[in-house]
């Protein structure tokens, strides 16, 4: 069943086939400024896939709510160092990095590192 009001539209976990989408957005957690991580972060995809976050500490990240197995799942992390700097980035065991090695990431005070992840087995394996 699909419902349609003045501000969306329901599909109940129905598809799309063969749409074309103008003005396309996608939610935004930590807004324009960013959010500050702290030693951990969960990168929670229930509240959207696009996440502006600023070190603070070095930062162990958890990623939690992907769509199920079967289904592509993707978001990606805008992350940048605080004013310090120097902060470090300790991933999930369930990454697979290009070559087996996370990427470096820049560690110079307020600079911005941007990285994407995809699964399509509901996290258990994140590229």
């Given at each position: 069943?699909?419902?349609?009001?003045?501000?969306?539209?329901?599909?109940?976990?129905?598809?799309?086939?063969?749409?074309?989408?103008?003005?396309?957005?996608?939610?935004?957690?930590?807004?324009?400024?960013?959010?500050s991580t702290g030693s951990s972060y969960n990168i929670d995809l229930s509240t959207g896939n696009v996440f502006n976050l600023k070190l603070t500490a070095n930062c162990t990240f958890a990623f939690s709510n992907?769509?199920?197995?079967?289904?592509?799942?993707?978001?990606?992390?805008?992350?940048?160092?605080?004013?310090?700097?120097?902060?470090?980035?300790?991933?999930?065991?369930?990454?697979?990095?290009?070559?087996?090695?996370?990427?470096?990431?820049?560690?110079?005070?307020?600079?911005?590192?941007?990285?994407?992840?995809?699964?399509?087995?509901?996290?258990?394996?994140?590229?």
């Open positions: 069943m699909v419902r349609i009001s003045s501000s969306r539209i329901d599909m109940e976990q129905a598809r799309i086939d063969q749409a074309v989408i103008k003005g396309y957005g996608e939610t935004l957690v930590g807004g324009t400024t960013g959010v992907p769509t199920a197995s079967g289904t592509a799942c993707s978001f990606v992390i805008y992350l940048s160092q605080d004013a310090t700097g120097s902060r470090t980035v300790t991933w999930p065991a369930s990454v697979l990095w290009p070559g087996g090695n996370a990427p470096t990431l820049t560690t110079t005070a307020n600079k911005i590192d941007i990285l994407s992840f995809f699964t399509v087995d509901a996290g258990t394996t994140w590229f």
